[in-house]
């Protein structure tokens, strides 16, 4: 990673800060892509728009000029932050989905260094139902997660369920989560995969910290040697992979989060569970609209 001060000094990051200082909250969501998936973001800020309650405060985290420029062309809170900007990429650092997940982690960290909570989502992880209603149901939880199934390892290390999943999580601001941070800094992993693997990084940290699995309900909770409390939301809540996310039960999902990574297996797992929004040519619809106004517009609602 490069040194904070030249982190802080970039532009995207100046950007991001003002969007923060604007906030009418002290939690922000967050959706970092490129625009290979600007379709697949554009869904994801329909639903979120078209969520009761709407989820306010949202930020693009976008990877290239291109997606960047359209979204503030249709006035959506979006930041220019390139992978270089963040980590040295002359060092045969991959530019591919490991930038993605690398450039996430730090900008969640950033996030709660400046005093925020942030919700990270992936862009195929859709809103059905505002997540803002689970997380308020746990005041007391540092980090609230969607339910995932690997590292494998550390299932069976934790004799548990689940793993964290790095397609939507909610990371507090306070002193056990810099503690976290810290720690997750410090890992390396033998496997050079694994330690841009966002997910890995987010799950080995807990293990260095010692945590603790019990359950409360149908809640998977654990306790770190800090303090830290983490609550795994489940499957019948927030659905991952195509084997736990059920057409006919769509209904009772706040995430659905089916896809694959390629841009036509995202909307496809969308799709699968009702959820996606856009019309077919979205892009037609007024072009003078902007904002929610515009978002509204581009989508075939449903009834929620």
Request: aromatic share 10%; charged share 20%.
């Amino acid at each position: 990673m490069r040194s904070v001060s030249h982190v802080m000094n970039s532009e995207g990051m100046k950007e991001l800060k003002r969007y923060l200082a604007a906030s009418t909250s002290r939690q922000v969501s967050v959706v970092v892509a490129n625009s290979r998936y600007e379709e697949v973001v554009v869904n994801w800020l329909a639903a979120a728009a078209l969520a009761r309650p709407p989820i306010q405060n949202v930020i693009v985290v976008a990877m290239d000029r291109e997606l960047h420029s359209f979204l503030l062309s249709k006035e959506m809170n979006a930041v220019y932050l390139p992978i270089d900007s963040m980590v040295d990429t002359s060092h045969k650092f991959p530019k591919s989905f490991s930038s993605i997940m690398m450039l996430r982690l730090g900008v969640m960290r950033i996030i709660n260094r400046l005093g925020y909570h942030v919700a990270m989502y992936d862009a195929d992880a859709i809103v059905l139902r505002n997540p803002q209603l689970l997380f308020d149901a746990h005041p007391e939880a540092d980090i609230i997660s969607s339910s995932g199934e690997f590292p494998q390892l550390l299932l069976e290390w934790w004799n548990v369920n689940s793993t964290l999943c790095i397609g939507a999580v909610l990371i507090k601001s306070n002193e056990r989560t810099e503690q976290y941070w810290e720690i997750m800094a410090s890992i390396r992993l033998k496997v050079p995969w694994q330690n841009t693997n966002d997910q890995y990084r987010l799950n080995f940290a807990l293990h260095l910290l010692d945590i603790r699995w019990g359950t409360e309900g149908n809640l998977q909770v654990g306790i770190c040697w800090n303090g830290l409390k983490v609550v795994v939301l489940p499957n019948t809540l927030a659905c991952r992979g195509i084997k736990n996310c059920h057409p006919e039960k769509s209904g009772q999902y706040y995430i659905w989060h089916a896809g694959y990574r390629t841009e036509e297996g995202k909307e496809d797992g969308a799709k699968r569970g009702n959820a996606w929004f856009l019309r077919e040519r979205w892009k037609d619809v007024d072009r003078h609209l902007v904002g929610n106004a515009w978002l509204l517009k581009a989508a075939s609602q449903h009834p929620r």
